[in-house]
């Protein structure tokens, strides 16, 4: 017998709760366009369990009695299953390595188009921004657009703010939080130079098309929410938008689907980092 946490939460079987959670997800993409219906199942089962168990109710049908009723629980659900967790270089020593993929590249007089996509409040857009000024001569930077998208229009409003607690700046050198944050009560802020380089919007990549022509694309943290059958669905729209030659930034615990492994060379061993193919 199976005695994990999830399923002692649980009073019925797995098999009979799961059908109800379809019928639930069923839902909430006709009532509010989200699609979740291809997100991992152990994932938003665990998360959906968590909006039942804050609400003291213990079916679905329950659940969605209380979600036709009450609009802020629909926003609570939908901030619990599109997970935020982010920060500036997370995983330093990929962001160390994208830093060498980039000089082997790119010459430092081009402009480039670079997207984060599933960008949660804008940490890895604004990481990207700092490479890239460290990089670019002034003129390729002011070709230059970094785009930054995600599902969760909030998340895009908290990240134009660009204000962060100081936890989230906890891989940045001395010198780095000198030169493009300024310090201010409760934590930071990025200075406007950093801050105009990023444009941000609202993008949900299940639902939407991609941004196209992209120079460097990253799109980290963001599969392993999805079943396989969404990650193939949505990286066929990451491969659309990268150009040839182009670099590609997968989470460490990501991959390249199968079918498309073959149009991508890893650029350093140890890292989620690729390059398209240019035929
Ligand atoms: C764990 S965060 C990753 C943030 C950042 N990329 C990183 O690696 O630190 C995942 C982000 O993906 C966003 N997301 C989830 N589903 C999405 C979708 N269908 N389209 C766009 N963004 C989505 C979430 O809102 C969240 O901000």
């Known amino acids: 017998m199976d005695l994990s946490q999830e399923n002692i939460e649980r009073p019925y079987a797995q098999g009979g709760f799961d059908a109800d959670l379809s019928a639930l997800l069923d839902k909430i993409y006709s009532r509010k366009g989200w699609d979740f219906r291809n997100y991992k199942m152990s994932s938003v089962r665990r998360r959906v369990m968590k909006r039942l168990n804050a609400r003291n109710v213990s079916s679905c049908a329950d659940y969605l009695a209380i979600l036709e009723s009450d609009e802020v ?15 500036f270089f997370r995983e330093p020593e990929a962001f160390a ?19 984060s ?12 921004a700092i490479i890239l000024s460290e990089y670019l001569s002034p003129d390729a930077l002011d070709n230059t657009k970094i785009f930054a998208t995600d599902i969760d ?41 950093t801050r105009n380089v990023v444009k941000f919007g609202c993008l949900d990549i299940v639902s939407n098309s991609p941004l196209l022509k992209i120079d460097i694309l990253a799109c980290r943290n963001l599969f392993i929410y999805f079943n396989k059958f969404l990650q193939e669905e949505v990286f066929r729209k990451i491969d659309y938008a990268l150009n040839r030659g182009g670099i590609l930034m997968l989470g ?16 350093v061993s140890g890292t989620n980092i690729y390059r398209k193919r240019a035929w």
């Open 252 to 267: 460490k615990a990501e991959a390249i689907p199968p079918s498309f492994a073959h149009r991508y060379d890893r650029v």
């Open 73 to 87: 629980e629909y926003g609570k659900l939908f901030s619990n299953i599109t997970i935020k967790v982010s920060e």
């Open 117 to 128: 996509c599933g960008s949660a409040y804008g940490e890895e857009a604004y990481t990207l």
């Open 97 to 115: 390595a994208l830093e060498d993929s980039i000089a082997g590249v790119f010459s430092r007089c081009q402009g480039l188009r670079v997207w």
């Open 153 to 193: 229009v909030s998340a895009i409003d908290c990240a134009r703010k660009a204000r962060y607690r100081e936890e989230s700046l906890r891989n940045v050198s001395v010198e780095r939080k000198q030169a493009y944050f300024e310090e201010e009560e409760g934590g930071f802020k990025v200075r406007f130079g």
